[in-house]
């Protein structure tokens, strides 16, 4: 636009020069007419006065007339002639820079057009920028240290929620937002930065917000600075980082607490505890595991609600009787965790012994009165072990003990514990490979008819034969094969093997006799166990009523809702069941009441001093009636003497085994004493 204007002043001032030319060229002329005129009149009048004769006359005008036109010619040729150069070559210069002008209006017009262009993308870019920062929730902060002012833009969002203008000031105003627990350290922050005078400036804090409330925000930025190497000018964003770091928060709690109690959890506990043994290596402290004996009864019968309520009344009682400086953790399920910051063993036990107390107090639920009891293994560091996995392998260890020998109490671990645990292990992993590795073997041992003395079933009896530990007993591995559910496949193995070896000797001809197999009421519990056994007999070709399965009390009581049902079905197929060990439990007639069962064996226990004892005498002739009441058979196990089998045929035992008769006999003996029979 300013080029267009001053070709238009140039226009008009050629205008007023044009008014000029014009005057002197009518100078000119006027002055040539009065000259032209005056030169005519003159020499005329002059001619006519000296020269007479017309011809010499008329000659001298045309001479007259053609010195005038020469003449004329000349002065007009002078007089135009600069001019019309001048004109010429004012005329080139003016086209020339007319092109000249042309060309740097050409080159005007296109600067202008690119900065007219140039300043819409920057509007363009200062809108979306402004769009960009109104729409996110960062914030962009400028600090002039040499006039102190301060401005920022994030407390104007929500949830924020300042006024626009609200806040203004220099640092100290914003200084004032900042939360005072975290005022100190971003102060610490930000001087270290200016101090260094590199990098980026990078601090997180809680910034406060219109009402009241604080929220978590990352602020960073960088400085300039002027030639001393003094910052006059910080710049940079805000972040609100509150959603994120409670979001982290929340996964922390996730991964290190338990959502039941609130109590921390393993990872947390572990962590803590290995950090410890890191930082203070001969620091002694004691952990005690405990759980709560027979929970798993309270959420069967109760519910899981209650089960997480009992946890939650457990995790309470802990927090009010210990100090603060100990820590508490639930590992999972029932089963916690408790780091107590003491050395000597007798503090140790006497914590121990007042929350085992506490806890045996009534828990009331639904306005109902509930008694627990707590099992508790308690270790010492670095005494029992060194890392956290060890303390913890051996604490548990001391308290599955205190569990084996009658619960509600807390033990101190021992050598002996972990020779136990030792052997515990060992036993559980050679269980994997005895039966690929054909270490099992079947003996048997016969059951006669007290009265003919003729031999009318056997008992199948498992021996482990180990390649390098040598014989080890059924009561050293099967409660551990029950513990671990490898007791499933060993009943199996039993079973089936039992089965072939009868069929076998009926294929031999010997006469069909009863084979009384041991069977763990732990199997019950597997999938379908009545589908399993039956396709185990199924599978052999002997008869149903030809096998017995011989159930302990100890087993049942720990299975027997599972158990009553799969007895009975089996029963209906014809499988008859022994109750072994009868006398040895507490609730013997709630059995012999509901469960079907064809015979009971008379613990050996009873007969030892039978002949001497007249109370155990007394007790095998009751149970010898009851059983003849109800309709059942009864075998004594155990008789070795003469003395004891004239007792218990006197009072009409039906069966007995024992070495009086036979000891146990691998299947090749039991065939030659068979033959004897």
Same mark, same amino acid.
């Given at each position: ?27 000119? @002329? ?28 008329? #000659? ?6 053609? *010195? ?13 002639y600069t001019p019309i150069n001048l004109l010429t070559k004012s005329n080139k210069r003016i086209k020339e820079t007319n092109f000249k002008l042309m060309d740097t209006y050409s080159e005007l017009a296109a600067t202008e057009e690119e900065l007219i262009a140039q300043l819409d993308e920057t509007k363009a870019i200062n809108k979306r920028y402004q769009l960009l920062i109104e729409g996110s929730k960062d914030g962009i902060w400028e600090w002039d240290l040499l006039n102190d002012k301060f401005n920022f833009s994030i407390v104007t969002k929500p949830p924020f929620n300042y006024a626009v203008g609200e806040i203004q000031g220099g640092f100290e105003q914003w200084s004032k937002l900042i939360h005072p627990d975290d005022k100190e350290k971003a102060n610490v922050i930000f001087n270290k930065y200016l101090g260094e005078k590199s990098g980026t400036y990078r601090s997180t804090y809680r910034l406060r917000c219109k009402d009241g ?17 003094? %910052? ?23 991964? !290190? ?36 004996? #027979?929970?798993?009864?309270? #959420? ?68 109902? &009165? *509930? ?18 996995? %060890? ?17 509600? +109490? ?9 020779? /136990?645990?030792? &052997?515990?292990?060992?036993?559980? +992993? ?26 009318? %079933? @056997? ?34 193995? @039993? ?23 041991? $069977? ?25 009523? &030809? ?11 720990? #299975? $027997? ?11 209906? /197929? ?7 060990? =009868?006398?040895?439990? !507490? ?33 095998? +002739? ?50 030659? =004493?068979?033959?004897?029979?």
């Amino acid at each position: 636009m300013g080029l267009l204007n001053f070709l238009n002043n140039k226009l008009k001032s050629t205008h007023g020069e044009e008014g000029e030319t014009k005057k002197i060229v009518l100078k000119i @002329v006027a002055a040539y007419g009065v000259i032209g005129i005056f030169w005519i009149i003159v020499s005329d009048r002059l001619l006519y006065t000296f020269i007479g004769e017309p011809k010499t006359l008329q #000659n001298i005008q045309e001479y007259k007339g053609i *010195f005038y036109v020469l003449i004329t010619m000349f002065f007009i040729y002078r007089l135009v002639y600069t001019p019309i150069n001048l004109l010429t070559k004012s005329n080139k210069r003016i086209k020339e820079t007319n092109f000249k002008l042309m060309d740097t209006y050409s080159e005007l017009a296109a600067t202008e057009e690119e900065l007219i262009a140039q300043l819409d993308e920057t509007k363009a870019i200062n809108k979306r920028y402004q769009l960009l920062i109104e729409g996110s929730k960062d914030g962009i902060w400028e600090w002039d240290l040499l006039n102190d002012k301060f401005n920022f833009s994030i407390v104007t969002k929500p949830p924020f929620n300042y006024a626009v203008g609200e806040i203004q000031g220099g640092f100290e105003q914003w200084s004032k937002l900042i939360h005072p627990d975290d005022k100190e350290k971003a102060n610490v922050i930000f001087n270290k930065y200016l101090g260094e005078k590199s990098g980026t400036y990078r601090s997180t804090y809680r910034l406060r917000c219109k009402d009241g409330s604080y929220r978590w925000i990352l602020s960073q930025g960088q400085a300039e600075w002027d030639v001393g190497g003094k %910052a006059i000018r910080v710049a940079g964003s805000h972040t609100d980082l509150t959603e994120t770091i409670d979001l982290k928060e929340s996964l922390h709690k996730l991964y !290190y607490y338990d959502n039941v109690t609130d109590l921390p959890n393993r990872q947390m506990i572990k962590m803590k505890i290995e950090d410890k043994i890191a930082e203070f290596p001969k620091e002694k402290f004691a952990l005690v595991c405990f759980d709560i004996d #027979n929970f798993k009864h309270i #959420n069967d019968t109760l519910g899981h609600f209650a089960g997480d309520e009992l946890l939650r009344y457990v995790a309470k009682v802990l927090k009010v009787k210990l100090d603060s400086v100990h820590r508490i953790a639930r590992l999972g399920g029932d089963e916690f965790l408790i780091l107590l910051e003491y050395s000597e063993i007798s503090r140790i036990l006497a914590v121990t012994e007042e929350l085992v107390t506490e806890l045996r107090k009534p828990w009331h639920f639904q306005d109902k &009165e *509930f008694h627990i009891s707590l099992s508790a293994g308690i270790v010492t560091y670095p005494d029992h072990g060194s890392n956290f996995d %060890a303390l913890l392998k051996n604490a548990d260890s001391a308290m599955y003990a205190v569990k084996e020998n009658g619960k509600d +109490n807390f033990g101190l671990y021992t050598d002996e514990e972990q020779q /136990r645990r030792s &052997e515990y292990m060992e036993i559980v +992993n050679d269980l994997h490979h005895a039966i690929d590795k054909k270490q099992f073997e079947l003996f048997y041992q016969p059951i006669l008819n007290l009265e003919s003395r003729k031999v009318i %079933a @056997v008992e199948a009896l498992i021996r482990w034969f180990h390649p390098e530990k040598g014989f080890i007993p059924p009561d050293k591995f099967i409660p551990i094969a029950e513990q671990t559910g490898q007791i499933h496949e060993i009943n199996s193995w @039993v079973l089936r093997t039992a089965c072939t070896q009868k069929k076998k000797w009926e294929q031999m001809g010997f006469e069909p006799i009863t084979f009384s197999i041991n $069977f763990s009421c732990k199997s019950f519990t597997q999938v379908d166990p009545v589908k399993n056994t039956q396709m185990i007999i199924n599978e052999s070709g002997v008869k149903y009523d &030809e096998i017995q399965l011989e159930i302990t009390e100890t087993s049942l009581i720990e #299975n $027997f809702d599972l158990a009553i049902d799969t007895i009975r079905e089996l029963s209906e /197929r014809g499988i008859k069941f022994a109750l072994d060990d =009868f006398g040895t439990g !507490y609730s013997s007639f709630t059995y012999l009441k509901k469960l079907p069962i064809d015979c009971l064996k008379i613990d050996r226990d009873f007969l030892l001093t039978i002949e001497m004892d007249k109370t155990n005498e007394i007790i095998v +002739n009751k149970v010898i009636e009851l059983a003849h009441v109800l309709g059942m058979k009864v075998i004594a196990e155990g008789i070795e003497t003469v003395e004891q089998l004239e007792v218990l045929k006197k009072y009409g035992c039906d069966r007995g085994q024992g070495y009086y008769f036979s000891k146990p006999l691998p299947s090749s003996h039991i065939e030659e =004493f068979l033959v004897k029979q």
